[in-house]
């Protein structure tokens, strides 16, 4: 038969075996209700720490689609007169575009 264990917190009269311990813990770890993902919330940003992340995914992306290791994701001139759409998940960036828009008489 299993030896009773007992833990630091219980009481003598409290003693569970190793099995009786081990469903306890397996019980509080899986008997959660889970909780629901946060909203995906899509924004126009000026954030640095949400750009990076933009630019970031924007290279790896770029790089496995072409199949090139040249493409440097870092933020370039026509990022700087865009806006950055992002879709996050409370602070982390899971995609993203750059909206450019131009007056009738600009030429580039």
Do not use: W
């Amino acid at each position: 038969m299993a030896k009773p264990i007992m833990r630091n917190d219980e009481k003598p009269t409290q003693q569970k075996t190793l099995v009786e311990e081990m469903y306890a813990s397996l019980q509080r770890r899986f008997g959660r209700t889970p909780r629901l993902p946060e909203p995906i919330v899509y924004e126009f940003t000026n954030d640095r720490a949400l750009l990076h992340q933009y630019y970031r995914i924007r290279e790896i992306m770029y790089r496995k689609v072409f199949n090139t290791e040249k493409f440097v994701g870092e933020e370039d001139v026509h990022d700087k007169v865009s806006h950055i759409l992002i879709a996050r998940r409370g602070r982390l960036v899971i995609g993203g575009c750059r909206l450019t828009v131009r007056e009738a008489d600009e030429d580039f």
